[in-house]
């Protein structure tokens, strides 16, 4: 079987090769089989909002602010999703998140 960061890798080249769909089907093992593995969500996240799948995008990188809420990244890809969605007064609520998260570390 193959570890977290052999799939991890996997997952980044077919990102890479711009083939979203296998891509997310491997973020997706990873986050089913290492559910803490805030790498593999983020991942998923970014897959998602490349084929405009914005909810999904949204879940995924509130799956990895759960894992780690100090992450202003995170937040930040969070607001860039709902950016991207239209919904202007969560983006910019997540931003401030992201600016306080920055502040913080």
């Known amino acids: 079987m193959e570890s977290k960061e052999e799939l991890y890798d996997q997952a980044l080249t077919l990102f890479a090769q711009n083939k979203l769909e296998e891509a997310i ?10 559910p803490d ?5 983020m991942g998923l996240a970014h897959s998602y909002e490349r084929i405009q799948n914005y909810d999904g995008a949204i879940e995924a990188v509130k ?24 919904m202007i007064t969560e983006a910019e609520e997540a931003m401030a998140q992201a600016a306080a998260k920055k502040m913080k570390s």
């Not at 491997?26 to 290492?34: C, G, K, P, S």
């Not at 799956?63 to 969605?85: C, E, G, H, T, V």
């Open 37 to 41: 593995y805030i790498e593999g969500h």
């Open 25 to 34: 089907k491997v973020f997706l093992d990873i986050t089913q089989e290492h």
């Open 63 to 86: 799956n990895a602010i759960d894992l780690n809420p100090d992450d202003s990244l995170a937040y930040s890809s969070l607001s860039m999703f709902y950016q991207r969605k239209g």
